[in-house]
């Protein structure tokens, strides 16, 4: 598979760092040597990790599935010249023996096998040049990024990298971070591009702000607002979609071992550019109307840290109408509601997610056990509200600084939506 072709923001990128070698070279020799100093006085970055992943489907008609795969990433971070830093990273995924005993990934512009009588493992062979970016911090509390990039936003609800794949999906963006307020991060990005975890690409003309304030005594508070525009071209312009929130989360020291975790988040989501606003290109498919977006989102979590384990009771609420419901076709979803992924996509009765999570470390082994309770948002579904419940089980542990094993399984057992599906993953990695 060949890797991705540079466009957009990624060919001002290369542009911009071919047009500063240029003028090191074109000024003194000292400022040349400074140059190579810091071109080849960088840092060389790893990162290899074998996956097994094994899963059960009961669909009728689908068969089980089993891929091994081998992610190897190998990335080079320049050092400093004039403010400016430059780092590229290339990446593997391989199958390990026969991948045709799993769907890797279907639909046109993909790496994906498009096997649809298996199970899904969206870990499709490819290789790609991942990240690659030209930096300047020659701002006060600033740094400036211009490429393609990792992005991850809070807790990934809504802006993150899939990093759970072994293809993360990155972005051709421009960056801007700046730390010049007291205890406040304000953070802008505009895409270009999303790069998906199957290869895909989707062309963009979208905006993200957040901004967030870690002065209170007891917790820190985040406002965001994305502004999601997709191309024609890309298939998706239906989704396009602005949305507006607040996050806290904070911790007090109820005794000398008792602490208390809190978190409560609000956002309101609505069509934008040319989104699903009404009209009647955009029909719904299910009683053939059409609709604004407008759904709102929120998630409650209230929890306990005691004798070294902590208890998290959850709920989480995505609004549907029964034409559509509030999605986040940027997070990375899999940490969010359960990690069988039954829900990569919100019903468009919407979903509530009740959830209970304990989590604790053993021998230096990191334990973490989550049961879910789902449910519709809103009634009135034929097959009924009652969406099932899934247990979430994971043992990792880390040996020394560069090396972790893990282990890790999920089990949705279903009701009135899909249907049964068990998944199983051993990984081992390696990084510097």
């Not at 512009?109 to 199970?119: D, E, K, R």
């Amino acid at each position: 598979m060949l890797p991705k072709q540079p466009k957009g923001l990624l060919s001002l990128s290369i542009a911009a760092a071919l047009s500063l070698s240029g003028f090191a070279l074109s000024t003194t020799p000292a400022s040349a040597d400074a140059f190579t100093d810091a071109l080849t006085g960088g840092k060389v970055k790893m990162d290899v990790r074998l996956r097994y992943e094994d899963v059960e489907d009961d669909t009728v008609g689908r068969r089980d599935a089993d891929l091994l795969t081998v992610r190897t990433r190998l990335g080079y971070q320049t050092g400093s010249f004039s403010d400016f830093d430059a780092f590229v990273e290339m990446e593997n995924i391989t199958a390990i023996g026969d991948d045709n005993d799993a769907n890797t990934g279907s639909g046109a512009n993909n790496w994906g096998n498009g096997n649809g009588t298996y199970a899904t493992i969206a870990d499709p062979e490819g290789t790609e040049l991942n990240r690659y970016w030209l930096g300047y911090n020659g701002f006060a509390d600033t740094v400036v990024r211009v490429g393609r990039q990792r992005i991850k936003l809070d807790n990934d609800r809504f802006i993150g990298n899939v990093g759970w794949r072994q293809n993360e999906q990155t972005y051709d963006s421009f960056t801007l971070t700046n730390n010049s307020l007291s205890c406040t991060t304000f953070f802008y990005a505009y895409l270009s591009e999303v790069n998906g975890i199957v290869g895909q690409n989707d062309d963009m003309d979208s905006h993200l702000i957040n901004v967030s304030y870690s002065g209170l005594e007891f917790g820190k508070l985040v406002g965001y607002g994305y502004f999601l525009d997709y191309d024609e071209e890309s298939g998706k312009e239906a989704n396009s979609q602005r949305t507006l929130g607040l996050r806290f989360k904070g911790a007090a020291d109820m005794s000398k071992d008792v602490e208390l975790l809190f978190m409560a988040e609000y956002a309101q989501q609505d069509d934008y550019k040319d989104g699903a606003d009404g009209s009647a290109r955009f029909t719904h498919t299910l009683d053939g109307t059409s609709s604004d977006i407008d759904y709102d989102y929120k998630l409650l979590k209230l929890g306990v840290r005691v004798a070294g384990i902590k208890a998290v009771l959850g709920y989480e609420a995505l609004e549907g109408d029964r034409n559509g419901a509030f999605q986040t076709p940027l997070a990375t979803l899999h940490g969010q509601n359960g990690w069988a992924d039954m829900f990569l996509t919100t019903p468009d009765h919407g979903l509530e997610d009740r959830s209970i999570t304990l989590s604790t470390k053993i021998g230096g082994v990191n334990l973490k056990a989550a049961y879910h309770d789902y449910e519709a948002e809103s009634g009135g579904r034929a097959t009924g509200s009652d969406y099932g419940d899934e247990w979430n089980f994971v043992a990792k542990k880390k040996f020394g600084k560069h090396y972790t094993v893990l282990a890790k399984y999920a089990s949705y057992s279903a009701d009135d939506y899909r249907e049964d599906t068990d998944k199983l993953w051993l990984q081992a990695g390696f990084k510097f």
